[in-house]
Structures are given as C-alpha cells and as structure tokens.
C-alpha cells in the first residue's frame, strides 16, 4: 500500500511535468531535449532558496515559476522564434530544436555542475510521519502530491474549458488553420512554450520536497516526461495526466517488488511496448508530424 | 567523381599517418588516437543521420558496449576474436532498437536513441552489482598505444570505404530519398522499414566497433566511464560543424572541434561543457549544413560576382 | 477481355468516418478510365487504397490476380503500380534526371548506372523536360513539376499508372499538351486510372468513367452516357456549392500567402 501512495506521488510529478512538455511539444513544435535540465535547475533553485534563506518550498515556488516563465519566453525569442522563421521546410523545426535543445542541455548542465558539483543534493522539508487511511507516509510527499495534483488539474480545466485554451487547442491540432481563423499561431505557441517551462519549474519544485537530485540528473527527467506525453498521445492534456499516474505507479511497484535499479529499465520497457502496440498513445489522436 | 590523382592523395595520406606512430611521443600518439576515434564515430553517424536526418543521440549506447564487451572478455580470447563479438552485440542491440522504433516518425528514434545510453548504463550497472557482485573491471592486454593506434586507423579508413560504398550504391541513394520524402521513396519501391535498418545497424556496428578497440586505453572500466554522454554529444556536433551530408564532412568538423576539446578540458576543465554546449548552439545556428557546404556557397557567391 | 485490377467491396473509414463505402469495379489491361466524383466523394482515398498508402478497412483489391490490399506501397510499386500525387510531390534536393534515376533504381528490374541514366533522358524526353535535367528539384515550376512526377512514375516501368488531379492546374495550352502526353502513354498499352475534375480532359481521354459520390460509385459506364446521367449531374449540382467553397477558400488561401 505504500509503494501505492509513493507511486502516486511520483506519478503526480511526472504527470506535472509531462503536461509542461505537452505545452512545449504538442502547442509550440519544440522538442525540447533540455526539458529535465529546467526541472532540475528549479530544484536547485528550491534548494538554494530554502537552505539559504530558509524560505519554504510552498513560497519558493511563486519566484521560482514566474522565473521559468520569463526565462522560457525569452528563450523561445532568442533560441526558437529564429528556427521557427528558418523553418519553412516541413521537418526542419523538429530537427534544429532537437539539436539546439541537446547543446542547451549540455550548456544548463555544464552551468549547474559548475554551481553544485556533481554531488547529490536535497533539503529536509516536513520529513514527518503522517498517517493516512492508516498509510504512514511523508507529510512532504503528500504536500509534493497534492500539489502535482491541484496544478495539473487546473491546466487541464484551463485548457479545456477557457476561451485561451480553445486557441491553444487549435494551434495543437492545426496550426495552418488556427492562422486562418486570425489566430497569432508564432505568438501562442511562445507563450505556450513559456507555460511549459514554467509547469518544468513547478516539477521541480515539487520533486525537491521529496527526492534528491544531482547536476546530472536531468535526462531521465526529460526521457520519463516524454515517455508521458507519447503514452498519453501527443497533444492530450488529460492523457498526459493519467499516463503521468500510470507510468509511476509501475516504477513504484517495480522499485519495491522487484529491484530500485531496474525502474529506469521499466520505463523503458513501458516505452518499447507503447510503441510496438499502440504508437499513436493509450488515449492519442495519433502523431503531430 | 573518383580520379585516379584523389586515390593518389587518398592513400599517400593513409601511409604517412600509418608512420605517425614511429615519429610522435606519447601525448602526440594519444591526441591522434582521439582524433581517429572520432573521425570513425563521426563518419559511421553520418552514415545513417546525414542522410535521412534521424538524430542519433545514442553514440555513446554502442560505443560503450564495444568497450564493455572488451572488459568482460578481455581474459582468454583473442583480441580480433573479441573485437567481431562486440560488433556482433552491437549488431543485435541495434537491430532491436531500430525494429521498435524505425517504422515510426523519427522523433520516436530520436527520443529512444536519447535515453538509450543511460538505459544501458543502467542495465549493466545493476548485472554487475547484483549478478556478478562487482563493479568495474580491469583489461589486461599486451597492447600497445601505437596498436591502438594502427587499429583505429584501420577502423577510421574502413568507416570511409563503406561510407563512400554506401553513397554509391542504390541504398545510399534510398536514404537519400528518404532523408527527402519517405512518401516519395515508400511510392518508388522502397522499402523504408529495411533500408533505414540496415543502414542504422552497419551505422552502429561500427561505433561499437570503435568503442572496443579503445577499450585497452583505459585499462579499469566502469559504466560511468565509458557510458559518457560527451561521447554522443562531441560526435554530433563535429558531424555536424563539417557537414553529415558529405563523406569528408565530419572528419573536417573533428580535427578543429578535437583539438578544441582538448585544450578547453586542459584549461577550463570545469567550463568546457558550457563552451562546447554554446558552439553547439551557434553552429546549428549559422552552419546548419556544415562547413563544406557553406564555403562551397561562399565560393558560389564570389565567383558569380 | 480479363480483369486486371479489380476492387470487390472496398470500404474505408477513418476513426468514424467512412470515406470509401462498398466500392467495386474492374480496369482492364490497357484500358484508360476516369474517376469522377465531387471533393471528399473518396477518390484519392480510393487511389491511396491502391497504391498501399492506406490500408483497406474491409474489402480486396487485387492486380492480375494476386491480392495486393495487405501489401505496403513499395511491394505494390513492384508488382507494377505507379502513381502521381494530388499535392505534386518531387525530390527537392535533386536534380531533375536523379528523380527520374530514383524511379529506375528501385523497380522490380532496378536500372543502376550508366544505363540509367540513358533511361532518365529517354523519360525526361517523353514528357519534354530533356532540357533541364541537370536542374535542381526544387527550382521547377508548377507543370514542370507535374511533368518530372510523370516522368518519374514512367521510369518504374508500371502496368497500371494512378493520375491524381495531374491535369489539374493547367493553362488551356498546358492542358492540350497534357492529354496528349497521357494518351501517347495510354498507346504503350499502360493501364490508366484518372482522377480528375475537368471534364473535358475526360471526354477527350477515357472512352470510360466511373462516377463516385459520398464514398460510393454512383454511376460507371462509357463517358458520355454517364456524364449524361441524373444521379450524376445531381451529386455535382449537389457538390456544386461545395465546389464554390473550395474555390473560394483556395483563393483566400492565395491571396493570404
């Protein structure tokens, strides 16, 4: 039962941070393989606050997000919007972001070793024993869950149900006939791609209640988020959620019943599987290419 | 076009790097066998990325298996023996990977190829502790560095004969379709699944292939060691910085890029991921095609003016 | 004469909706038929179904015989089927000669080399683009591009050629010149199947048409008893609206780019 809780709480993360990357992938056509570079660049940033200042998580994470969102937008300006323009050839963004966003992966991760070493870092927030349904479990990773919880829930209802999100929905599907309904389809998708960036954030904020971290940890952040949103079928907010869930449920029950050194390999085998069975995702309306 | 004065210089260039070793000391003869390695690595991406414009990020999944192979059978076999079985295993693991993932839009190759490496890493980790009981190894074999040397050469010169047979031949020129419109190349008789395969396995065999003959250079092994993503991430780049779509391309983005790995990891030890991630960016930036392509367009340019 | 390509109950549906319903009909060796029918009436669908681009829902398509629904394209182009694109579709980072060399190499009796490129000349002579084979792909006009298509879907060496709307898009003199490219095709003893919206290209071209409407083949016999026909002048004056839309909406999209 308590690798049940631990696995929804993980699954609470990945669904969070799989949902920024709906944003950035599924709305704005930027594969962006520096994703878990910006998760864990919040949580160092977490880390930083509340060691330093001892400012709490809760309250760390109103600098931190409209931080990620203001340096996503102007990374969309600087390192995007130019591919965006260049790429008039079908094909072509999907490739220079893939490639622009594997060296800004090296470079965020260069800075962050630089800053923190390779050492494994975390802090000691509410590291206490609560009971739950008579479940003991960390009142940090409660907290962590239902946060993931109320955030992604309420992007989801944003997305669906708000005048913005019919827009952004459009852009997701057709971008060519969001342009023709007067649409501004370059400016949603860089705002949509500041969301992601700044839902990346919150991922870490919520990660770094509850785990701990290194430098060099981004990658299987970036692997695990896009194995989300491929399950969930690219473009689908509420598959991207429940897949979240699933996918760390199963690394939950793997890390306790079978062996901790093996989840990375179960994700895996998830993805391997998804891709022979259903490639188009659990709950997908097939590829956006 | 092949002239005979090209196959001249071809080998004349063969030979006086095949003297190398007899004239260089050790940091020299270390500096050239990095050099090769990644002249290899960054021709064999090319190979199968220049064409068809799938990213590979996995370099370093099969350059690490090459070596590991090494160190798991470096007692009691004989080198070539257990260099043919490491480029067998890369053979399968590619295979596999290019089954589940090649039939679909590249991205899925792309995303698969990313987290591959570390899943391997992983994966051998967890055998070593838990199966074997130790982790790390050590390989002992009676080579020297010049014989490293003299093989990657060998290896280097073979990627280049294969890729220029590759461009040659009708399945070059399906990957090229394909790189183009696989609508076009599925609609023209070709069988996207089959060349997209091959062309990856023979790609990755032959980085795994490199990985085990550099392998005895490091004599203690262990995942974190030859699992490093700069591997990946400097083949990449050098391909790219030359030009992919070009068989010399790539060997004209590693000595440059090689020479300023080096001195960066010299001098800024803790900074070069941050430089090397910055010229990343700037090379996608203004030399999209490489640099070939884009002093042949300078040459263009000035030449109608 | 004996059936060569023959389609029994062809249906597909994409998701929900069903875009071929119930389609049978049969082309002959050497024969030349047109396909008819209003925008989203199936056709290219259908044309997909053939050359393997789409996957049959329920029904057999067959080529002398032999069931070709379960194939992928590139099988499909070797048992001699080859096809044009609605949306011209060329290689654009090769020259004019290397898309028709494309076609060579990967037939059944793959042309390679020297001798292929002999053969490219031979197909860019047919369709009159000898001039400008060393041409990069991409800096060819519009009929120019339909040509090199043509030209390239010849080099596969077919038996049975699916046209999409190749005549679509031409100046009246472009449009003379282009029937009478295709029946000089037609008279190599080449099955033709036409899809196409202008009629008179039909009238001129096919002693045959088959007429489809909402998924289904509402009429199939010789041209001009069909195209005399209620049922059919009712699906185009019933499509005729529709046509309107397109024809305005394509003009926006012109004018907005």
Partial sequence: MTSLMIGLVLGGTYALAALGLTMQYGVARIMNLAYGEFVISAAFATFVL???????????????????????????????????????????????????????????????????????????????????????????????????????????????YSQWGITLRAVATKPENARLVGINVDRVAQIAFAIGGMLAALA?????????????????????????????????????????????????????????????????????????????????????? | ???????????????????????????????????????????????????????SLATVA????????????????SFPVILLIAVLIGLVLSLAVGVATLRL???????????????VRQLITWYEVNVTGTLGRYIFLPLEPQDIYWLLLGAATLTLIIGWLVRRSRIGLALRVIGDD?????????????????????????????????????????????????????????????GPHRLFGPLFGVVPLFLLFEWLSANFPNHYSIILGALFIAIVFVLPNGVLEFLDRFRLRRAKT | MTSFLELENVAKKFGGLTAVRDVSFTLSKGEIVGLLGPNGSGKTTLLNMI?????????????????????????????????????????????VEENVICGLAFRKMPVWGAKAAIIARE???????????????????????????????????????????????????????????????????????????????????????????????IADGSTGTVLQDDAVSAAYLGGAPCCMLTISLCSMTYILL
């Fill in chain 1, 50 to 160: 509340f060691s330093s200042i001892n400012l709490n998580p809760l309250l760390a994470m109103f600098i931190v997000a409209p931080a990620a969102f203001s340096i996503s937008y102007f990374v969309y300006a600087i390192l995007m919007a130019p591919l965006v323009k260049r790429s008039k050839k079908k094909g072509n963004l999907e490739n220079d972001s893939i490639l622009i966003t594997f060296g800004l992966l090296f470079l965020v991760q260069g800075i962050l070793l630089v800053l923190f070493g390779a050492d494994f870092a975390s802090y000691n927030y509410l590291n206490i024993p609560v009971n739950v349904f008579g479940i003991t479990i960390a009142a940090n990773r409660l907290i962590a869950f239902g946060l993931a919880m109320i955030l992604g829930l309420s992007l989801y209802c944003l997305v669906a």
């Fill in chain 2, 62 to 77: 099969f350059y690490g298996v090459g070596a590991y192979t090494v160190a798991v059978l470096n007692e009691g076999i």
């Fill in chain 1, 204 to 289: 870490g904020v919520v990660i770094s209640m509850f785990q701990t971290f290194t430098a060099t940890s981004g990658v299987v952040f970036t692997m695990k988020a896009l194995i989300v949103v491929i399950m969930g079928g690219v473009g689908n907010f509420m598959g991207a959620l429940i897949s979240g869930l699933i996918l760390g449920l199963a690394e939950a029950t793997v890390s306790t019943y079978v062996d901790p050194g093996l989840t990375l390999a179960s994700t895996y085998l998830i993805f391997l599987v998804l891709l022979l069975w259903r490639p188009q995702g659990l709950f997908g309306k097939g590829v956006v290419k």
């Fill in chain 3, 123 to 217: 197909k860019l002579e047919i369709v009159g683009l000898k001039d400008k084979a060393s041409l990069p792909g991409h800096s060819l006009n519009y009929i120019d591009s339909k040509r090199l298509e043509l030209a390239r879907a010849l080099a596969a060496d077919p038996e049975l050629l699916l046209l999409d709307e190749w005549l679509s898009g031409l100046t009246p003199e472009e449009l003379e010149a282009g029937i009478e490219l295709i029946r000089s095709i037609e008279t190599t003893g080449i099955s033709i199947l036409i899809v196409e919206h202008i009629m008179s290209a039909i009238r001129a071209l096919c002693p045959r048409c088959v007429v489809m409407n909402s998924g289904e083949i």
């Fill in chain 2, 105 to 119: 839009a590249g991205v899925y190759f792309v995303i698969f190829s990313f987290g591959l490496a570390e899943l």
């Fill in chain 3, 51 to 95: 050359s393997g681009a789409n996957k049959v829902t329920s029904g057999k398509i067959s080529l002398n015989g032999v069931s070709i629904d379960s194939l992928r394209p590139d099988q499909i182009v070797n048992k001699g089927v080859s096809r044009t694109f609605q949306l011209v579709r060329i290689l654009p980072s090769m020259t």
């Fill in chain 2, 182 to 242: 696989e609508v076009i190349a599925a609609h023209i008789g070709i069988n996207l699944t089959r060349t997209k395969l091959l062309l990856f396995a023979l790609s990755a065999s032959l980085i795994t292939l490199v990985g085990a003959i550099q392998a005895p250079r490091w004599v203690y092994i262990e995942p974190s060691i030859v699992f490093n993503p700069t591997v990946s991430f400097l083949t990449v780049i050098m391909a790219l910085l030359g």
């Fill in chain 2, 1 to 55: 076009m092949i002239t005979g004065a090209k196959v001249s210089v071809a080998i004349i260039a063969f030979g006086l790097l095949a003297l190398l070793p007899f004239f260089l000391e050790a940091y020299g003869l270390g500096l050239m066998i990095g050099m090769l390695s990644y002249v290899a690595l960054a021709t064999a991406w090319s190979m199968f990325s220049g064409p068809t414009h799938y990213i």
